[in-house]
């Protein structure tokens, strides 16, 4: 059995030119001199770093990969790594970036492109910009609340990757739970990289989650995501004290996924709060109950098969809805046979989620979910 959500990921978005003084932060030597990193069976030259492409998970449950492994707090960890890579941490000045992206299907072409761009003075003062061949909005965070202009929906998984894997790289292994990280070296083609190794509790990956560093430094070059999600950091430059990757490359099983270049990244000097007022036409602030995203799952009591349909294959999809303190309200079974639409909803209702928040408020949260008998 499993059950798997239907709704997509949240963060927000943002808006274009601010009056703002252009300061680059100087580039240190040390970043000038880093090799390539690509995921490819094959390195084309010394200067490239090959990773193998990750398309195959095996289960080792009773044994550690490596003896040399050294156990790491991921909380703790998590919270120094964010405030040396990327710019997710609140101390920075405020900033702003234009991120240009290309996305790719399983064959190879190109299916999207577009532009992400983002004005930050602080976690309540901001615009955030996507300009789109197939999605095109603004979001303004103010004192008031969140404004969202252009299109209404939430970005999907794809388009908050877009934003995550430069700004704030860490947002997949902040979303895990019941996990034990481990410290390791590992060396790619000759070249040894520091990388910590996050896995569930309960079984040993063959390539599990992981988030590897040049050695002796805070500097993040390659990370192994969700499902098989491998994103190379390059091109890295320091800005704030923070290191950031102006070219990021995300393969899929090995397959080109998302190439992200950073055309703009600077200081902003001078705040002009009209900048970050919405127009008259925006939409907010957004609150109270929300649709479109999917909060993060705590803990999930799989459903019962029920005596009568046990021995059959069948599917059943379940509306919900999620309070403010992450527990489920309610829940309607929309299709599938009588006996297993009580069984889903039962699991769905006893269900527990993280709290989901619009800036610093929590909502509830409409989402459909499917349960998979098998």
Known sequence: MSIRPYAVWMTMLLISPIIGARVQDATPANLTKLKTLVVTSEPSSDAVIAVPPSTVETFAMHSRKHEAAVDVNLQ?????????????????????????YDQFDEDGDNVHSGTYEEFWASPKDYKRIYRS????????ATDRGLFRSG?????????????????????????????RAAREERTFGGYGLVCVSIETRSMRLSDP?????????????????????????NRIVSFQGR???????????????????????????????????????????????IS??????????????PQSLRGQHFSVQVEFVIGTNGHVISAHAIS???????????????????PYFVLDKPVEVEAKTECDFQ
């Open 243 to 289: 290191n950031v990757a102006q070219d990021v490359d995300v393969t899929d099983g090995g397959k080109p996924y998302l190439k992200l270049h950073v055309k703009t990244i600077e200081a902003v000097a001078n705040i002009n709060e009209a900048d970050f007022t919405p127009p008259p036409d925006a939409i907010g602030p957004i609150g109270g109950r």
């Open 209 to 233: 989650t992981q988030y590897c560093f040049e050695p002796d430094s805070s500097i993040l070059r390659y990370s192994r995501g969700f499902g098989w999600f491998q994103t190379t950091y």
């Open 133 to 140: 061949d197939d999605f095109n909005q603004i979001d303004y």
């Open 336 to 354: 599938g046979p009588k006996d297993g639409r009580k069984a889903c909803e039962d699991s769905v209702q006893k269900s527990l989620y993280e």
């Open 76 to 100: 703790a960890w998590l919270k120094t790594e964010a405030a040396l890579n990327g710019l997710q941490s609140t101390d920075v000045h405020p900033w702003h970036i234009t991120i240009t």
């Open 151 to 179: 299109d209404q929906r939430w970005p999907n998984r794809f388009e908050l990757q877009v934003r995550d894997e430069v700004i704030a790289p860490f947002s997949y292994a902040t979303a895990l739970r019941d996990v």
């Open 292 to 305: 479109g995203v999917v909060p993060t799952l705590i803990k999930w009591p799989p459903p019962q098969v």
